[in-house]
Protein backbone atom coordinates (compact mmCIF):
# COMPACT_ATOMS: atom_id res chain seq x y z
CA UNK A 1 0.00 0.00 0.00
CA UNK A 2 1.71 3.23 -0.76
CA UNK A 3 2.11 5.99 1.55
CA UNK A 4 -1.14 8.60 0.20
CA UNK A 5 -3.43 5.25 0.76
CA UNK A 6 -2.01 4.75 4.10
CA UNK A 7 -2.39 8.15 5.14
CA UNK A 8 -6.28 8.08 3.70
CA UNK A 9 -6.78 5.30 5.42
CA UNK A 10 -5.85 6.51 9.23
CA UNK A 11 -8.25 9.82 8.18
CA UNK A 12 -10.91 7.86 7.38
CA UNK A 13 -10.41 5.42 10.55
CA UNK A 14 -10.07 8.54 12.83
CA UNK A 15 -13.13 10.37 11.23
CA UNK A 16 -14.80 7.14 12.03
CA UNK A 17 -13.81 6.97 15.51
CA UNK A 18 -14.67 10.54 16.26
CA UNK A 19 -18.15 9.90 14.77
CA UNK A 20 -18.89 6.90 16.88
CA UNK A 21 -16.79 8.70 20.12
CA UNK A 22 -18.17 12.44 19.64
CA UNK A 23 -20.13 13.27 16.64
CA UNK A 24 -22.42 10.57 16.21
CA UNK A 25 -26.19 10.95 17.86
CA UNK A 26 -25.87 8.56 20.38
CA UNK A 27 -29.49 6.77 19.19
CA UNK A 28 -27.65 5.58 16.61
CA UNK A 29 -24.81 4.82 18.30
CA UNK A 30 -27.06 2.65 20.31
CA UNK A 31 -28.38 1.36 16.91
CA UNK A 32 -25.61 0.32 15.81
CA UNK A 33 -24.09 -1.25 19.08
CA UNK A 34 -27.42 -3.77 19.57
CA UNK A 35 -26.81 -4.48 15.22
CA UNK A 36 -23.22 -5.77 15.82
CA UNK A 37 -24.62 -7.46 18.83
CA UNK A 38 -27.13 -9.36 16.80
CA UNK A 39 -25.30 -9.82 13.99
CA UNK A 40 -22.04 -11.38 15.90
CA UNK A 41 -24.06 -13.11 18.73
CA UNK A 42 -27.00 -14.80 15.67
CA UNK A 43 -23.55 -15.54 13.37
CA UNK A 44 -21.48 -17.57 16.05
CA UNK A 45 -25.04 -19.63 16.98
CA UNK A 46 -25.15 -20.33 13.24
CA UNK A 47 -21.67 -21.64 12.66
CA UNK A 48 -22.06 -23.59 16.10
CA UNK A 49 -21.71 -27.72 14.78
CA UNK A 50 -24.43 -28.23 18.03
CA UNK A 51 -27.40 -26.40 16.82
CA UNK A 52 -28.86 -23.99 19.70
CA UNK A 53 -32.03 -26.34 19.47
CA UNK A 54 -30.80 -28.90 20.86
CA UNK A 55 -29.05 -27.23 24.13
CA UNK A 56 -32.33 -26.19 24.56
CA UNK A 57 -33.61 -29.49 24.85
CA UNK A 58 -31.10 -31.41 26.82
CA UNK A 59 -30.21 -28.07 29.64
CA UNK A 60 -31.73 -24.67 30.54
CA UNK A 61 -29.72 -22.33 28.51
CA UNK A 62 -31.70 -19.73 27.63
CA UNK A 63 -33.28 -19.81 31.35
CA UNK A 64 -29.65 -18.77 32.87
CA UNK A 65 -29.17 -16.72 30.01
CA UNK A 66 -32.17 -14.33 30.55
CA UNK A 67 -31.98 -15.17 34.57
CA UNK A 68 -28.91 -13.69 34.47
CA UNK A 69 -30.19 -10.26 32.02
CA UNK A 70 -33.32 -10.10 34.54
CA UNK A 71 -30.14 -9.79 37.45
CA UNK A 72 -27.87 -7.59 34.92
CA UNK A 73 -30.81 -5.01 34.08
CA UNK A 74 -32.16 -4.49 37.98
CA UNK A 75 -28.58 -4.32 38.93
CA UNK A 76 -27.84 -1.56 35.65
CA UNK A 77 -30.74 0.54 37.21
CA UNK A 78 -29.26 0.67 40.56
CA UNK A 79 -26.11 1.43 39.40
CA UNK A 80 -27.77 4.76 37.27
CA UNK A 81 -29.54 5.84 39.98
CA UNK A 82 -26.97 6.14 42.68
CA UNK A 83 -25.08 8.06 39.26
CA UNK A 84 -28.12 10.48 39.05
CA UNK A 85 -28.58 11.42 42.78
CA UNK A 86 -24.53 11.83 42.51
CA UNK A 87 -25.49 14.52 39.68
CA UNK A 88 -27.88 15.91 41.65
CA UNK A 89 -25.97 15.92 44.94
CA UNK A 90 -23.79 18.96 43.10
CA UNK A 91 -26.41 20.96 42.68
CA UNK A 92 -27.90 20.56 46.17
CA UNK A 93 -25.94 22.92 49.05
CA UNK A 94 -26.58 25.38 52.22
CA UNK A 95 -27.86 28.91 51.74
CA UNK A 96 -24.14 30.14 51.98
CA UNK A 97 -22.70 27.74 49.22
CA UNK A 98 -25.27 28.67 46.51
CA UNK A 99 -24.87 32.31 47.13
CA UNK A 100 -21.13 32.05 46.90
CA UNK A 101 -21.79 30.39 43.30
CA UNK A 102 -24.26 32.90 42.92
CA UNK A 103 -21.78 35.60 43.13
CA UNK A 104 -18.93 33.99 41.20
CA UNK A 105 -21.10 33.22 38.32
CA UNK A 106 -22.27 36.95 38.54
CA UNK A 107 -18.53 38.34 38.43
CA UNK A 108 -17.24 36.09 35.77
CA UNK A 109 -20.32 36.99 33.45
CA UNK A 110 -19.50 41.19 34.60
CA UNK A 111 -15.71 40.37 33.53
CA UNK A 112 -17.07 39.02 30.53
CA UNK A 113 -19.41 42.01 29.64
CA UNK A 114 -16.11 43.83 30.36
CA UNK A 115 -14.42 42.42 27.53
CA UNK A 116 -17.08 42.60 24.86
CA UNK A 117 -18.00 45.98 25.88
CA UNK A 118 -21.60 45.13 26.66
CA UNK A 119 -23.80 46.09 29.37
CA UNK A 120 -24.20 42.59 30.10
CA UNK A 121 -23.00 38.91 28.26
CA UNK A 122 -25.36 37.09 26.53
CA UNK A 123 -27.31 34.46 28.47
CA UNK A 124 -27.39 31.41 25.42
CA UNK A 125 -24.00 29.38 26.02
CA UNK A 126 -23.48 29.34 22.46
CA UNK A 127 -23.74 32.72 22.31
CA UNK A 128 -21.92 33.27 25.33
CA UNK A 129 -19.19 31.81 23.77
CA UNK A 130 -19.65 32.80 20.06
CA UNK A 131 -19.11 36.33 21.68
CA UNK A 132 -15.91 35.12 23.66
CA UNK A 133 -14.35 34.30 20.34
CA UNK A 134 -15.20 37.22 18.23
CA UNK A 135 -13.47 39.64 20.63
CA UNK A 136 -10.15 36.56 20.54
CA UNK A 137 -10.61 37.45 16.78
CA UNK A 138 -10.94 41.06 16.74
CA UNK A 139 -8.07 41.33 19.14
CA UNK A 140 -5.41 38.89 17.16
CA UNK A 141 -6.58 41.27 14.02
CA UNK A 142 -5.53 44.27 16.40
CA UNK A 143 -2.24 42.32 17.43
CA UNK A 144 -1.44 42.15 13.52
CA UNK A 145 -2.11 45.58 12.77
CA UNK A 146 0.57 46.91 15.67
CA UNK A 147 3.34 45.15 14.52
CA UNK A 148 2.95 45.89 11.02
CA UNK A 149 5.62 48.79 11.27
CA UNK A 150 8.20 46.66 13.36
CA UNK A 151 11.26 46.24 11.63
CA UNK A 152 11.93 42.79 12.96
CA UNK A 153 11.26 39.84 11.21
CA UNK A 154 10.79 37.27 13.12
CA UNK A 155 9.18 39.06 15.82
CA UNK A 156 6.54 39.76 12.64
CA UNK A 157 6.42 36.01 11.38
CA UNK A 158 6.18 34.40 14.88
CA UNK A 159 2.68 36.97 15.10
CA UNK A 160 1.68 36.00 11.99
CA UNK A 161 1.77 32.77 13.06
CA UNK A 162 0.41 33.32 16.43
CA UNK A 163 -2.55 35.41 15.00
CA UNK A 164 -3.54 33.09 11.86
CA UNK A 165 -4.13 30.24 14.21
CA UNK A 166 -6.17 32.24 16.53
CA UNK A 167 -8.27 33.62 13.62
CA UNK A 168 -8.79 30.32 11.85
CA UNK A 169 -9.88 28.63 15.29
CA UNK A 170 -12.25 31.68 16.04
CA UNK A 171 -13.47 32.13 12.90
CA UNK A 172 -14.14 27.73 13.24
CA UNK A 173 -15.89 28.15 16.02
CA UNK A 174 -18.17 30.73 15.82
CA UNK A 175 -19.36 29.37 12.34
CA UNK A 176 -20.05 26.20 14.17
CA UNK A 177 -21.92 27.96 17.03
CA UNK A 178 -24.46 30.19 14.82
CA UNK A 179 -27.75 28.93 15.94
CA UNK A 180 -27.02 25.99 18.11
CA UNK A 181 -28.93 25.25 21.05
CA UNK A 182 -27.77 23.57 24.57
CA UNK A 183 -28.34 19.71 25.07
CA UNK A 184 -26.76 19.22 21.56
CA UNK A 185 -23.00 18.12 21.54
CA UNK A 186 -21.87 20.53 18.46
CA UNK A 187 -21.90 23.51 21.64
CA UNK A 188 -19.32 21.61 23.07
CA UNK A 189 -17.69 20.02 19.84
CA UNK A 190 -17.37 23.49 18.59
CA UNK A 191 -15.83 24.59 22.03
CA UNK A 192 -13.37 22.04 22.29
CA UNK A 193 -12.12 22.85 18.59
CA UNK A 194 -10.57 26.22 20.01
CA UNK A 195 -7.40 24.97 21.67
CA UNK A 196 -6.77 28.34 24.14
CA UNK A 197 -4.23 26.50 26.25
CA UNK A 198 -1.76 25.83 23.34
CA UNK A 199 -2.53 29.41 22.43
CA UNK A 200 -2.21 30.83 25.33
CA UNK A 201 1.81 29.15 25.43
CA UNK A 202 2.36 30.33 22.29
CA UNK A 203 1.22 33.81 22.99
CA UNK A 204 3.28 34.17 26.24
CA UNK A 205 6.12 32.84 24.67
CA UNK A 206 6.21 35.90 21.76
CA UNK A 207 5.77 38.16 24.58
CA UNK A 208 8.97 37.03 26.20
CA UNK A 209 11.18 36.05 23.11
CA UNK A 210 10.40 39.80 21.85
CA UNK A 211 9.66 41.98 24.97
CA UNK A 212 12.52 44.14 23.68
CA UNK A 213 10.99 44.50 20.25
CA UNK A 214 7.13 44.64 20.94
CA UNK A 215 6.79 48.40 21.38
CA UNK A 216 3.38 49.47 24.07
CA UNK A 217 0.87 49.42 21.06
CA UNK A 218 1.46 45.66 20.20
CA UNK A 219 2.24 44.49 24.01
CA UNK A 220 -0.77 45.21 24.88
CA UNK A 221 -2.67 43.91 22.18
CA UNK A 222 -0.80 40.65 22.55
CA UNK A 223 -2.07 41.23 25.93
CA UNK A 224 -5.64 42.15 25.00
CA UNK A 225 -5.53 39.06 23.31
CA UNK A 226 -4.39 36.58 26.25
CA UNK A 227 -6.79 37.92 28.23
CA UNK A 228 -9.77 36.91 26.26
CA UNK A 229 -8.50 33.52 25.89
CA UNK A 230 -7.87 33.42 29.63
CA UNK A 231 -11.42 34.33 30.27
CA UNK A 232 -12.85 31.62 27.09
CA UNK A 233 -10.97 29.12 28.92
CA UNK A 234 -12.99 28.71 32.65
CA UNK A 235 -16.39 29.31 29.90
CA UNK A 236 -15.84 26.66 28.23
CA UNK A 237 -15.14 24.69 31.15
CA UNK A 238 -17.81 25.73 32.76
CA UNK A 239 -19.91 24.66 29.95
CA UNK A 240 -18.28 21.35 29.49
CA UNK A 241 -19.85 20.42 32.90
CA UNK A 242 -22.92 21.45 32.61
CA UNK A 243 -22.89 19.81 29.62
CA UNK A 244 -21.48 16.49 31.29
CA UNK A 245 -24.57 16.91 33.86
CA UNK A 246 -26.99 17.26 31.10
CA UNK A 247 -25.78 13.99 29.30
CA UNK A 248 -25.93 11.72 32.80
CA UNK A 249 -29.20 12.83 33.45
CA UNK A 250 -30.19 12.30 29.73
CA UNK A 251 -28.49 8.73 30.06
CA UNK A 252 -30.22 8.07 33.30
CA UNK A 253 -33.68 8.58 31.54
CA UNK A 254 -33.31 6.51 28.68
CA UNK A 255 -31.66 3.88 30.88
CA UNK A 256 -34.56 3.65 32.75
CA UNK A 257 -37.06 3.37 29.84
CA UNK A 258 -35.07 1.03 28.05
CA UNK A 259 -35.12 -0.92 31.22
CA UNK A 260 -38.70 -1.51 31.11
CA UNK A 261 -39.33 -3.15 27.76
CA UNK A 262 -35.90 -5.34 28.59
CA UNK A 263 -37.37 -6.79 31.38
CA UNK A 264 -41.06 -7.60 29.75
CA UNK A 265 -39.10 -9.24 27.18
CA UNK A 266 -35.87 -11.07 29.57
CA UNK A 267 -38.90 -12.43 31.86
CA UNK A 268 -41.45 -13.16 28.98
CA UNK A 269 -38.37 -15.32 27.17
CA UNK A 270 -37.81 -16.94 31.07
CA UNK A 271 -41.28 -17.77 31.29
CA UNK A 272 -42.08 -18.93 27.65
CA UNK A 273 -39.20 -20.41 26.03
CA UNK A 274 -38.57 -23.51 28.37
CA UNK A 275 -39.88 -25.71 25.21
CA UNK A 276 -38.16 -24.78 22.01
CA UNK A 277 -40.30 -27.29 19.93
CA UNK A 278 -43.04 -24.34 20.61
CA UNK A 279 -40.67 -22.50 17.66
CA UNK A 280 -40.22 -24.54 14.87
CA UNK A 281 -38.98 -24.44 11.04
CA UNK A 282 -35.53 -22.11 10.37
CA UNK A 283 -35.31 -19.06 8.37
CA UNK A 284 -32.18 -18.60 6.03
CA UNK A 285 -31.09 -21.71 7.41
CA UNK A 286 -31.16 -20.43 10.84
CA UNK A 287 -34.03 -22.04 13.76
CA UNK A 288 -36.47 -19.84 13.99
CA UNK A 289 -35.66 -20.57 17.92
CA UNK A 290 -31.96 -19.15 17.60
CA UNK A 291 -33.73 -16.01 15.67
CA UNK A 292 -35.96 -15.11 18.61
CA UNK A 293 -33.52 -15.95 21.39
CA UNK A 294 -30.84 -14.02 19.84
CA UNK A 295 -33.43 -11.06 19.44
CA UNK A 296 -34.73 -11.40 23.54
CA UNK A 297 -31.07 -11.07 24.20
CA UNK A 298 -30.49 -7.66 22.47
CA UNK A 299 -33.49 -6.47 23.39
CA UNK A 300 -32.24 -6.80 26.74
CA UNK A 301 -29.14 -5.52 26.53
CA UNK A 302 -30.54 -2.28 25.42
CA UNK A 303 -29.49 -0.39 28.68
CA UNK A 304 -25.85 -1.51 28.72
CA UNK A 305 -25.82 -0.23 24.98
CA UNK A 306 -27.47 3.10 25.92
CA UNK A 307 -24.86 3.52 28.78
CA UNK A 308 -22.23 2.65 26.71
CA UNK A 309 -22.87 5.07 24.19
CA UNK A 310 -23.59 7.68 26.67
CA UNK A 311 -20.26 7.05 28.46
CA UNK A 312 -18.46 6.72 26.03
CA UNK A 313 -19.10 10.52 24.50
CA UNK A 314 -18.99 11.89 28.40
CA UNK A 315 -15.13 10.06 28.87
CA UNK A 316 -14.01 11.61 25.98
CA UNK A 317 -14.64 15.22 26.17
CA UNK A 318 -13.30 15.08 30.07
CA UNK A 319 -10.10 13.02 28.97
CA UNK A 320 -9.82 15.95 26.28
CA UNK A 321 -10.56 18.56 28.89
CA UNK A 322 -8.54 17.03 31.75
CA UNK A 323 -6.33 20.43 32.51
CA UNK A 324 -7.14 23.92 32.19
CA UNK A 325 -4.89 26.82 31.36
CA UNK A 326 -1.82 26.30 29.55
CA UNK A 327 -1.34 22.49 29.97
CA UNK A 328 -1.94 19.86 26.98
CA UNK A 329 -1.83 16.07 28.10
CA UNK A 330 -2.06 15.18 24.53
CA UNK A 331 0.94 15.36 22.30
CA UNK A 332 2.32 17.36 20.51
CA UNK A 333 3.43 17.81 16.99
CA UNK A 334 6.66 20.01 18.69
CA UNK A 335 7.99 21.56 21.69
CA UNK A 336 6.53 24.93 20.98
CA UNK A 337 3.48 23.53 21.62
CA UNK A 338 1.27 23.37 18.43
CA UNK A 339 -1.12 21.09 17.35
Same mark, same amino acid.
Given at each position: ????? #???????????? %???? =??????? @??????????? *? @?? /? &??????????????????????????? %??? @??????? $???????????????????????? #?????????????? +???????????????????????? &?????????????????????? *????????GIEDLEG????????? #?AALEFGY???????? !????????????? *???????????????? +????????????????? &????? $????? +??????? /???????????????? &????????????????? $??????LLAYIVR?????? !???????????? =????????
Amino acid at each position: MSTDD #SSSTEVQIGAIR %TYLL =LDGPRWL @VVVGILSVFFV *A @VL /G &LVAIDPAPLEGALESGDTAETLFQSLV %TAI @VTGVTLV $VSINSLVISQELGALGDQRERMGG #SLEFRDDAADLIDE +PVSPMAPAAFLQTLLERCNDRAGD &LARAVEDVGDESMKEAVSVFVG *AVQEDAERGIEDLEGEQFGTFAIV #SAALEFGYSVKIQQGK !RIAREYEDQLDDA *AADALDDVLTAMQLFG +PAREHIKTLYVQWELVN &LSRGI $VYAAI +PALIVSI /GALLTLDNPGSVAGRT &LGVANASWLIVGAATVS $VTPFAILLAYIVRVATVIK !RTLAIGPFVLRE =LDDDNGTD
